[in-house]
């Protein structure tokens, strides 16, 4: 297994690579030997100014991709195939494995963490 650090890296090349082929510029896998904390938090600010600066339309969604994955191998696919069966799984699988890293490490993460984006939707039921 990588480390946690190149997790992070792995993490953010996932959208990072779309985000360049949406601009058509060729995808730029950052360094997975990230050295620092700060250097870690830098690769995700950048991939998130990175997303915000696209605007992805239905047409190049339909467009095909060429993903080269390393000794030889290739795959093609549409734009919406690339995120929902290459992108997404990767960028889990490695979030994941960050997220594990750090509890088999002992810091004190649970599930409560992993799921803070659902808290605005959270609502109390009173006693009826």
Known sequence: MFPFSTQI??????PRNFALWCLEQPTN??????ASLVEARGH?????ELLASI????????ELNRLDLGQGLYAELSGLSYVDDFLI???????TTA???LRLAGVPIGKRDFMMHLVPFL???GNV
């Open 55 to 62: 605007n992805v339309t239905d047409s190049k969604l339909s």
């Open 29 to 34: 896998n950052l360094n997975p030997n990230v």
């Open 44 to 48: 995700i600010s950048a991939t998130k």
């Open 123 to 125: 609502k109390h039921q």
């Open 9 to 14: 890296a792995f993490v953010c090349n996932q």
């Open 99 to 101: 997220y594990n890293i």
């Open 89 to 95: 799984p990767n960028f889990y699988f490695h979030i």
